[in-house]
């Protein structure tokens, strides 16, 4: 019988057999606390706030699964990419990790010896190192603002990493690395690919060349929607993907793949919360293996970037499910992969956003919208005051120009068309172009269509999501009051009495905080204010079903369905007013 190390080196194999499927990180002995890691991270502590060896303030509240990232604009490292060289310092490894390295290195020949793959968990790539310096939004913006820049501080960020990458292989002797580096939401890239391409690739090229030279299994976690650039993925030397999610539709991966790579992972963070069933667990688990095993290369487990669950009860209904699964007889008969999903369809027809300036024939309404979704915030001014002089309605401007240009972008986001960095950029030229609009728009007694407050529910500091559909509310003419992150019920339903908004949007992204989107609902009846508001939520973890259980009136999946969605509840209450 195969050790577990021996049969996840079977499962690496294009032709591979493995005897069984591993349960989860079985066949891995992690080796943490070593001399980078403890210079790093070892201010990391569950309840603290600390600051990290480049800056970064970092938040790790006492129910939260893991630390995270607090930028604020006060906050941030770098606070002009023009002038990145003045604030951005890499930590010193060399002067301050050389010792200290000759244990580590022997729990890895011990790990070896007991018949495990040794392996270190390499945080913070280069991709994330960048957003912890800016945030996500700067980060992404700047990627087409100033590409130079970018490419100089990525550049920066990769000879650290190489850096540090090098003292771990040549100290400790590691058989596998797991790379930590997100590139995306579960539903879409965070960047069109070729702009992946353009700034991330080679990079990465280039550090896992070293990994395969020096016989080091090349791991890559990213709990996100990889499809538009999974052969790049492989191409750069991507053996394993961890932390695949199912919204990737595993089965067509598969079929696509081939074996070239393995992919880890398929049980996403919707079965790990205080409340799931040993049942639901394992009817969900066994539903996944049931359709992944069976095409190979595919190692179960929870899409975590490192092993565990958050809530104790669930891993080992995952490794139950798992034996079971195991003790089958199973007379594989293959089945090809179910239809193609919204998100593989809208991925195969990626459309390349031009950079090219709007063309000037056409109706002036309909090249500020051109405009806008192309995120050239001078064309929407210069545009938005000639109309104004031609004797346009600022409000015509407003509806016709700047909101249907946002909507069409709104539109092209959801079906995977359009990314993060121009929902960012159109945000800031709609938000100059009502600035400018405003004295003409006072003139005309224009009103908003309604108002909400939005923000991410307490425990989570994950604002990306709430942002871009604060960004698709505000085009779609609703006055928003954004509470932020770690936002409590209290201030929700404070907020909403004292401001009478129409509607509260609550967001969260982890399994852990969802609870606290049902306190909003409950106060809200206790308040008495329940039946006067729409309360909206949403975010990676939640579902429909979650929105139905908890009594909230409307569940989307992404930020341009949650602006439709409350025009359309807006207009619906007018209705019946």
């Known amino acids: ?44 502590v569950k309840g603290s706030t600390s600051v990290d060896r480049w800056g970064t303030t970092i938040l790790f509240p006492e129910d939260a699964p893991g630390p995270t990232p607090h930028i604020t604009d006060e906050l941030k490292v770098c606070k002009d990419i023009t002038r990145w060289r003045e604030y951005v310092r890499a930590p010193d490894l060399i002067a301050n990790c050389s010792e200290g390295w000759e244990p580590f290195r022997k729990r890895c020949e011990e790990a070896r010896e007991n018949g495990k793959i040794p392996i270190i968990l390499w945080g913070t790539g280069i991709f994330e190192q960048a957003h912890f310096l800016m945030g996500i939004p700067d980060t992404l913006t700047n990627l087409y603002e100033h590409p130079k820049e970018m490419h100089e501080l990525i550049d920066y960020i990769f000879e650290y990493r190489m850096q540090y990458l090098k003292m771990l292989v040549e100290n400790m002797h590691p058989d596998a690395i797991l790379s930590h580096d997100d590139w995306g939401t579960n539903a879409a890239l965070f960047m069109q690919p070729d702009l992946w391409r353009e700034f991330f690739k080679e990079p990465y090229r ?46 067509r991966l598969q079929d696509q793949i081939k074996g070239r790579m393995v992919l880890f992972g398929g049980f996403g963070a919707a079965i790990d919360r205080a409340d799931s069933t040993e049942e639901e667990i394992y009817e969900y688990v066994t539903k996944g293996l049931d359709e992944y095993c069976p095409r190979g290369g595919f190692v179960p487990c929870i899409t975590y970037g490192a092993p565990g669950s958050v809530f104790p009860h669930v891993d080992p209904v995952i490794n139950r499910a798992i034996d079971d699964y195991n003790s089958r007889l199973h007379i594989h008969q293959y089945r090809p ?241």
């Not at 499962?11 to 606390?33: C, H, N, T, V, W």
């Open 1 to 44: 019988m195969r050790t577990p190390a021996e049969i996840f080196r079977e499962s690496l194999k294009i032709d591979g057999k493995p005897e069984r499927m591993l349960k989860q990180y079985e066949a891995f002995e992690f080796i943490f606390g070593d001399p980078c890691n403890a210079y790093l991270r070892g201010n990391r």
């Open 337 to 577: 992969a179910k239809p193609v999903r919204r998100n593989l369809q809208s991925a195969d027809k990626v459309a390349v956003i031009s950079k090219a300036t709007v063309s000037d024939d056409g109706p002036i309404l309909d090249r500020i919208a051109g405009a806008i979704k192309k995120g050239q915030k001078a064309k929407v001014l210069k545009l938005s005051q000639q109309a104004i002089e031609e004797g346009t309605p600022a409000q015509q401007i407003l509806s016709d120009g700047l909101i249907k240009g946002m909507s069409q972008l709104g539109d092209e986001f959801s079906a995977n068309k359009a990314f993060v960095p121009e929902m960012l950029m159109a945000a800031k030229c709609m938000s100059a172009a009502t600035e400018m609009l405003k004295p003409h728009l006072v003139g005309e007694g224009s009103e908003t269509i309604g108002k909400a407050c939005i923000g991410t529910v307490k425990g989570d500091m994950h604002d990306i999501g709430k942002n871009l559909v604060k960004i698709m509310l505000e085009g779609s003419g609703i006055d928003v009051i954004d509470l932020g992150t770690d936002v409590s019920a209290e201030i929700f339903i404070d907020t909403a009495a004292r401001e009478n908004c129409d509607l509260i949007v609550c967001s969260s992204l982890l399994t852990t905080t969802m609870p606290e989107m049902r306190r909003v609902v409950e106060l809200a009846k206790d308040k008495g204010i329940r039946d006067s508001i729409k309360i909206f939520v949403g975010g990676s973890p939640v579902t429909q079903e979650f929105a139905d259980e908890i009594g909230a009136d409307i569940y989307t999946d992404d930020a341009a369905s949650a602006s439709r969605a409350a025009v359309a509840a807006l207009a619906n209450r007018k209705e019946k007013q």
């Open 206 to 251: 280039k550090l896992y060349k070293y990994m395969h030279d020096n016989d080091v299994i090349v791991i890559h976690h990213a709990d996100s929607y990889l499809v538009p650039i999974i052969e790049d993925i492989i191409e750069i030397g991507v053996q394993v993907w961890q932390g695949v999610l199912p919204e990737n539709d595993i089965p």
